[in-house]
């Protein structure tokens, strides 16, 4: 099993021929989790899709695998591709149950559980007021069963809305995507204009490696050998017994990857206990427009870095660049200057990170014929 992550845009509110607006899966051992849903997001991944069939035999990203869209936040060029790529699947007859999460504000929840119409201070860029607006534009035919759910992050508060009706009711707690045993979606408070949430998948811990060189040295026969692999001690010939756990390493950690959306830097809630293995970041700015990053609540390259070291992550990814950024290797320059501890890699449209279960991380970097691994080098 791992988290194998393919970024689908990286560019901030305006896309460049070179970079779609936001837009990333992460496929782990229950399925993938699609965060964010930019302008022409179903074209790109039906894209990914057909060259991971070329250049990556044996591996899919099949759309009735993906069990949750979950969006960051409301602002357009994350969630605009959403609705005609959720038309598409239903007119590709899609059966599977399919969650719609993110965060709203407590003033939008209230009302709605309340049966009341949404104050007029809530945002166009509210999901709610923007659902409500989808469900008007045919979300509400959709056929195959669909969860849409909004949250109060901060409170931990989750309701479920009917799109026939825009009724709500109020949950016990936020659902995970159907069928989700070795891996758990979890929302991680951010700061931004609009309510705002990270998305992380946590692929639970696993049995530790199979010692298979002290199985030889014990020399175990192939039948006495699985049985040890499958948990079960078994007796040698003198009868002493043979204990399977003598052929198990610990219990290897939880790996995850946090993707943050749009956030200003270092947001309140990421403490080291979160410590996700992978953190993908925004970076709109440079140094140099610092003010400007904190007069709209996004993130320079450099602040990127006090969020990783915040949260506890051991890699970081830069994504999110404004367009004024022609070469994202300014950003990662200006990361590592800054990084401690924390290894940093520059994202570009079509790569892929793959955590292994042992916490390892492979940067595969889109070269038109195929991925190209490109070496991550430890920071100081
Ligand atoms: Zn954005």
New binding site residues.
């Given amino acids: 099993m791992t988290l194998d992550v393919h970024v689908l845009g990286t560019a ?2 305006r896309p460049t021929p070179e970079r779609a ?2 837009g990333s899966l992460v496929k782990g051992p229950d399925g993938i989790a699609v965060v964010d849903c930019g302008e022409g997001f179903q074209t790109r991944y039906a894209l990914q899709r057909r060259r991971l069939k070329r250049h990556s035999v044996g591996e899919t990203l099949k759309p009735s695998a993906v069990d949750v869209l979950a969006f960051t936040h409301g ?1 357009l ?2 969630t605009w591709g959403a609705l005609p790529w959720l038309q598409s699947m239903d007119l590709e007859n899609r059966q599977q149950p399919l969650l719609v999460i993110g965060p709203t504000s407590a003033e939008a929840m209230d009302a709605l559980l309340n049966d009341e119409p949404l104050p007029e201070g809530i945002p166009p860029a509210d999901l709610t007021r923007q659902w409500m607006a989808w469900y008007e534009l045919g979300g509400d035919m959709i056929q195959f069963p669909i969860r849409w759910v909004l949250g109060d992050v901060n409170a931990d508060r989750w309701m479920e809305i009917n799109p026939d009706t825009g009724a709500a009711a109020l949950l016990d707690g936020m659902p995970q995507p159907s069928g989700w045993n070795n891996s758990t979606l979890r929302p991680v408070p951010t700061e931004h204009s609009v309510p705002s949430c990270g998305w992380m998948v946590q692929q639970h811990a696993m049995a530790g490696k199979f010692d298979r060189a002290r199985a030889e040295e014990m020399q175990l026969t192939t039948k006495q050998r699985a049985m040890v692999a499958r948990g079960e001690n078994i007796t040698d010939v003198n009868g002493e017994t043979i204990a399977a756990s003598w052929f198990r390493g610990g219990e290897r950690a939880a790996v995850s990857v946090l993707i943050s ?2 956030t200003a830097a270092t947001p309140e809630a990421w403490e080291a206990s979160i410590a996700p293995t992978l953190l993908i970041h ?1 970076a709109t700015y440079l140094q140099q427009q610092q003010e400007k990053a904190e007069e709209h609540m996004h993130s320079t390259a450099t602040g990127a870095v006090t969020s990783a070291h915040a949260v506890g992550a051991t890699y970081l990814a830069l994504t ?1 660049y404004s367009n004024r950024i022609k070469d994202a290797s300014m950003s990662v320059g200006e990361a590592k200057a800054a990084a401690e501890g924390v290894a940093v890699v520059a994202l570009n449209d079509n790569d892929r990170l793959v955590v292994d279960d042992d916490g390892g991380l492979t940067h595969l970097v889109w070269e038109r014929e195929g991925w190209a691994p490109k070496s991550i080098p430890p920071n100081r």
């Fill in positions: 901030s509110a607006v936001s602002h060029d994350h959306g749009d925004e999110h």
